[in-house]
């Protein structure tokens, strides 16, 4: 299972990660990386592998760039834009320019057997599952 940072999911499996780039704001005293405007993404685990559903609509698969560093997975995109003529939006929910996202794997993919496609617009990224998080989860009963 893939853990956002967000939620109250367990810590099995991979998840969103906080970046170190853009701009720096202050919450309470800590730092905080002000997201930028993401694309939405679903994740499904399976079997054998996690699939990520990255909604890129009007994205060129060519401008896309997927990579893996100290096992995070980085995803984002480009594409040119009209600046003399971008939209007056009254609320912007997904961004026109670029994207970027950002996933914790924590050990649970076997990196250098990902593979990516783009179908109808939606970037899928396939992350086989290695041998640890192929097992099942154990039940303990509560006495």
């Known amino acids: ?40 993404i679903n994740i499904a685990d399976n079997e054998t592998n996690f699939e990520v559903y990255v909604y890129a609509l009007g994205y060129a698969k060519e401008n896309i760039k997927i990579s893996v560093q100290d096992d995070v997975l980085y995803i984002s995109g480009t594409r040119a834009v009209d600046e003399e003529n971008l939209p007056n ?40 599952k290695n041998a640890d998080a192929q097992k099942p989860s154990q039940e303990i009963p509560v006495r």
């Not at 853990?3 to 170190?20: F, I, W």
């Not at 609320?91 to 649970?108: A, D, V």
């Open 1 to 40: 299972m893939f853990r956002n940072h967000n939620s109250a999911r367990g810590a099995r499996g991979c998840g969103e990660a906080h970046g170190h780039h853009g701009h720096h704001g202050h919450f309470r005293g800590e730092h905080f990386r002000r997201p930028k405007h993401n694309l939405p």
């Open 89 to 128: 939006f009254s609320k912007q929910e997904y961004p026109i320019k670029s994207f970027e996202r950002m996933l914790n794997l924590n050990g649970q993919v076997e990196a250098t057997h990902i593979n990516a496609k783009q179908e109808d617009g939606v970037l899928i990224i396939t992350l086989p």
